[in-house]
């Protein structure tokens, strides 16, 4: 193996700087900010311990007034900020089921090009 690159990255600290919180800030609030115009920001999740950041809500909030295109996934458990965020008229609410979600893929699709995001051809 190669010393000098190494094609594995793990992160190891004390207690409370949990992987979760190192990956938040590395990767997940640079990629929010750094959404590109007319692209497509996938957010997985919105959830427990992504809503515990205040650094992420604001990320989101900001995200959410871009001129991008946002999937996300959203906890099912009413908490003030992803309940504020369902009832933005900018905000389109699907409902996943174990009976919706093989015809999710296609129903997203159709929703983003209904809003201008052209995808590559299959």
Do not use: C, Y
């Not at 590109?36 to 919105?46: F, K, S, Y």
Request: overall charge positive; aromatic content about 2%.
């Amino acid at each position: 193996m190669d010393q000098e690159r190494p094609r594995r990255l793990l992160l190891e600290g004390r207690p409370g700087i949990g992987k979760t919180t190192v990956a938040r800030r590395l990767v997940a609030l640079p990629a929010l900010a750094a959404a590109a115009p007319g692209g497509v920001v996938v957010v997985d999740e919105l959830g427990r311990m992504e809503l515990a950041s205040a650094a992420f809500r604001a990320a989101v909030l900001v995200l959410l007034d871009r001129e991008v295109a946002v999937v996300a996934t959203v906890q099912v458990h009413g908490h003030p900020f992803t309940d504020a965020l369902k009832q933005r008229p900018d905000v389109r609410v699907v409902q996943v089921t174990e009976q919706s979600r093989h015809a999710l893929p296609e129903r997203l699709a159709a929703q983003l090009h209904l809003v201008g995001v052209r995808g590559r051809a299959p």
